[in-house]
């Protein structure tokens, strides 16, 4: 019904900033949230922020002042820009998608994308 995917991973020195984003298309996106996750080695997937159809955001405290979310509706596609970046930033992130839930319960959310791999060197 919704596919989403992600680009824009790859090998950044610390501190260096990097844009990830998440293409849907299927059904049409109104109404719909977008979130962030991560999957570092050897732990489990974790919330890194989400996104309204309002533009309203909310963000984990790690990445909080650091990352920002945004969106173009017209274009069914969401951002992850990423500055400040640190070698434990360095995991899988994955966009996922929900018809209006906007937190950090990863089961909330119908359609997940494959994932992209951010790695942030020392």
């Known amino acids: 019904q919704v596919q989403l995917v992600e680009s824009g991973g790859g090998l950044v020195q610390a501190g260096g900033s990097l844009r990830l984003s998440c293409a849907a298309s299927?059904?049409?996106?109104?109404?719909?949230?977008m979130g962030w996750f991560r999957q570092a080695p050897g732990k489990e997937r974790e919330f890194v922020g989400c996104?309204?159809?309002?533009?309203?955001?909310s963000y984990a405290d790690s990445v909080k002042g650091r990352f920002a979310i945004s969106s173009d509706n017209a274009r069914n596609t969401c951002y992850l820009q990423m500055d400040s970046l640190k070698p434990e930033d360095t995991a899988i992130y994955y966009c996922?998608?929900?018809?209006?839930?906007?937190?950090?319960?990863?089961?909330?959310?119908?359609?997940w994308g494959q994932g992209t791999q951010v790695t942030v060197s020392s």
């Open positions: 996104i309204r159809w309002s533009g309203a955001t």
């Open positions: 996922a998608a929900s018809p209006g839930y906007c937190g950090s319960a990863s089961g909330r959310y119908d359609y």
């Open positions: 299927g059904r049409t996106f109104s109404g719909r949230t």
